[in-house]
């Protein structure tokens, strides 16, 4: 059977992180690179092969599947260029900027027949996927969520609106969707947000009420140190407590006494601990199989729509529903 080639429209960190997984997977090949700093496509291609493009139009000629890898304010349009050009097409996070581009590259994901898939690397961190399996034989009654930065300089794009969309597009959608994920759809969300150290919103409080009934707290900070955990989920079910700490760790707390069971990942290699190995293999089991893959167009505009109501609820102080 013939190897799916692969094509990458940006080299930097993550396009980078793509390109070696997919390089080490027979089912494919890294067959074309495009970057609009030539240097960056040249020195992926010599440690994974590809032939360094000048264009899209020409990556988009040699290339069964397009990754866009790009900064978050390109996604809508170049994801959309790949769709129209007859591709399959993994779309880093977040799926747009803005509610309008979101709905505009729904509607064009939605009525292609290749499959589009979402870069929500953390589905498949074997830390969230092990919450996911404890809550589903347990019931959860509320959370606190945590998604903090140390700071927004490094690099310097990640502290530019200009080019993230703001804070909650660049690091704070990543547990945006995985509350979908663990906990279900959101009925209605109360938010605070207060500007500080950068030109944007920078810190955030909200409080989330889910259809189920269950409901959170979740607090995320631009400046907060790198102090361990940056990322945490705290799960309340009954006479128990099930925390993440990143994704090196699971503890699990039961009972009316002080004990606790810890589950480590740290073992685990990082690009699998963070879930690049298994999205990535996930999108060639999508095509190959002629199914939707895990994380959907569907998903990532949920998660923009999610950031774009808080940004709502604090522009207007008022509670927002969702439909």
């Known amino acids: 059977m013939a190897k799916i080639k692969i094509g990458i429209i ?29 240097e960056r496509a040249e020195k992926t291609a010599k440690s994974v ?15 069964d599947a397009v990754l866009v890898c790009t900064p978050n304010k390109t996604h809508t349009e170049i994801a959309a260029s790949a769709v129209a050009a007859g591709k399959h097409v993994f779309c880093e996070k977040p799926f ?15 009525k292609s027949d290749k499959v589009f898939q979402v870069g929500h690397n953390r589905r498949y961190a074997p830390v969230y996927v092990k919450l996911k399996e404890l809550l589903t034989a347990d019931k959860a009654h509320s959370a606190h969520i945590k998604m903090n930065r140390g700071e927004l300089k490094n690099p310097v794009w990640t502290g530019d609106p200009e080019v993230t969309g703001g804070f909650l597009y660049e690091t704070t959608i990543h547990l945006f969707d995985m509350m979908r994920f663990q906990f279900g759809e959101i009925a209605e969300l109360s938010a605070y947000g207060s500007q500080h150290e950068y030109p944007e919103l920078d810190e955030f409080s909200i409080i989330c009420k889910f259809k189920s009934g269950f409901h959170c707290t979740f607090a995320s900070s631009s400046d907060a140190s790198w102090i361990f955990p940056f990322e945490r989920i705290e799960v309340f079910c009954h006479h128990r407590t099930i925390l993440t700490e990143e994704m090196e760790r699971l503890i699990d707390s039961k009972g009316f006494d002080a004990d606790y069971e810890t589950l480590s990942f740290q073992m ?9 190995v298994q999205e990535d293999a996930a999108f060639l ?24 109501k808080v940004y709502e609820a604090i522009r207007t102080g008022e509670k927002i529903k969702f439909e």
Do not use: M, Q
Request: hydrophobic share 40%; charged share 30%; with cysteine.
């Open 285 to 308: 089991d999508a095509i190959l199989e002629g199914v939707a893959p895990p994380v959907t167009a569907l998903d990532g505009f949920k998660s923009v729509e999610l950031v774009e």
């Open 10 to 38: 940006g080299t930097g960190y993550i396009g980078n992180v793509h390109a070696r997984i997919f390089s080490r997977d027979e089912r494919c090949e890294v067959a074309a690179l495009y970057d609009i700093k030539p």
């Open 49 to 63: 092969g590809g032939k360094v493009c000048a264009s899209r139009e020409e990556l988009f000629a040699v290339a």
């Open 96 to 110: 747009s900027i803005g509610l309008p581009d979101a709905i505009k590259l729904l509607h064009i994901a939605e």
């Open 268 to 276: 685990t290699e990082k690009e699998e601990r963070w879930g690049y």
